[in-house]
């Protein structure tokens, strides 16, 4: 009678594990391990990092993270690939993935582990008093944005899309902490940057008797990169603990900061000290809206690993447009730059 019992008790744990491994594919590694999160400028796009820090959902999974700050997302993933540990990570985006591999074959190849921004990121945006109401009007005129940033790269489409010339306006480098007072200082006429950048920007502006018109890239039917958290393809196939512990973590840390973004940024501002609460909070609610296309309410019925499923029919559909608009010569299998072993389907 015990043997019979002893023998439905394994058969029980052995269809649990299964099943545990079909839904999310890993188990956190039996150790601490460090990991390294290459961050792309300290800002409010993904404070999930710094919550899922915070609220200790890297150290339940067994993980040691160091950040390590860069200029922008592109140097951040370029960082990743680089990494001789294998074991560094991004919020990043597969467009990103296909850039540094059409560029760089010999670069290690990267893959998302978890998806997490459907929509386009980017915006233009200038002060209602310089007279821009619809796109023709930015002939002649003087844009700040980073050189060499994917908002840099989305502006020249942008342009193009509308049918101006690229000699018809003056593009300024400049870094995005500098894109605000540029424009508020009419150093500029418009700037380009993701567009929760509109939000702390909107509050300077009204203090100063001003308000902020954009135009949202998304409105005008331009691809999304397809942000996801970017590692090494080699994590995920020689060592899928970590892997699967890293895209767990930051799917807790965003089903956090969605349905409780002041706790959220209040994390993210105590590891990093000196940037304005309200200001920042803002421009997480917009990133929320603008870029991820997510709400509490629907986010407190999902379970964290579904914020992290990638959608096949929109990743097949979007790479044709990001190869043509950006002219990617090099022809990818979809399924090759991201996987859903780690996400359950919403």
Request: net charge neutral; charged share 20%; glycine share 8%.
């Amino acid at each position: 009678m015990r043997r019979g019992l002893v023998a439905w008790i394994v058969v029980v744990v052995v269809i649990v594990g299964v099943a545990v491994a079909d839904r999310t594919g890993f188990s956190s590694p039996s150790t601490p391990v460090t990991v390294n999160d290459y961050v792309g400028g300290i800002t409010s796009s993904a404070p999930q990092d710094w919550a899922a820090d915070a609220q200790g959902f890297f150290a339940k999974h067994n993980l040691k993270v160091n950040f390590v700050i860069l200029e922008g997302t592109s140097q951040a993933v370029q960082a990743v690939a680089a990494d001789r540990t294998g074991r560094g990570f991004v919020q990043g985006d597969i467009l990103d993935e296909m850039l540094l591999a059409d560029k760089n074959p010999s670069a290690p190849p990267l893959i998302g582990i978890a998806g997490n921004e459907p929509r386009n990121p980017v915006a233009l945006i200038f002060l209602n008093s310089s007279g821009i109401k619809s796109p023709a009007d930015l002939a002649g005129k003087t844009i700040g944005v980073p050189t060499g940033s994917l908002s840099e790269q989305y502006l020249d489409i942008f342009l193009q899309q509308q049918g101006i010339a690229k000699d018809k306006v003056t593009v300024q480098n400049i870094g995005f902490g500098a894109l605000h007072p540029a424009l508020m200082q009419k150093r500029v006429d418009a700037i380009c940057e993701f567009a929760r950048g509109l939000a702390s920007l909107d509050i300077v502006a009204r203090q100063q008797g001003q308000t902020v018109g954009s135009f949202l890239f998304g409105d005008y039917h331009m691809p999304s990169p397809l942000g996801a958290v970017v590692v090494q393809k080699s994590l995920v196939d020689k060592d899928p603990a970590v892997a699967g512990a890293i895209a767990a973590s930051l799917n807790e840390g965003l089903h956090l900061c969605v349905i409780n973004p002041e706790q959220c940024i209040k994390d993210f501002i105590a590891k990093n000290p000196g940037r304005d609460y309200d200001q920042t909070l803002a421009e997480w609610k917009v990133a929320l809206r603008a870029q991820y296309g997510l709400d509490a309410a629907t986010v407190q019925k999902m379970k964290p690993a579904q914020l992290g499923w990638f959608d096949p029919q929109l990743v097949s559909a979007t790479l044709p447009e990001l190869r043509t608009m950006f002219k990617i010569g090099r022809i990818f299998t979809p399924t090759t730059l991201y996987t859903n072993r780690f996400a359950e389907h919403p």
